[in-house]
């Protein structure tokens, strides 16, 4: 009888809410880190055969 009271007083919301504020943060800490080595090294993100040698 104890197990079906207990399983019953799960709030689902409350569950989603956290679910979904533990999502935002690992995508949070993945964008903080791509745009950490964006500013770290700009350049490694361009591809060398955009490069255009100016005419001199």
């Known amino acids: 009888m104890e197990e079906t009271s207990l399983i019953s007083n799960i709030d689902v919301d409350k569950g989603f809410a956290i679910g979904f504020v533990v999502l935002m943060c690992l995508f949070l800490i993945v964008m903080t ?3 950490a080595k964006l500013v ?3 350049y490694k993100a ?3 055969s955009t490069w255009q040698e100016e005419d001199v």
Do not use: N
Request: proline content about 22%; glycine content about 0%; aromatic content about 0%.
């Open 33 to 35: 880190v791509r745009c």
């Open 40 to 42: 770290i090294d700009p």
């Open 46 to 48: 361009i591809p060398t």
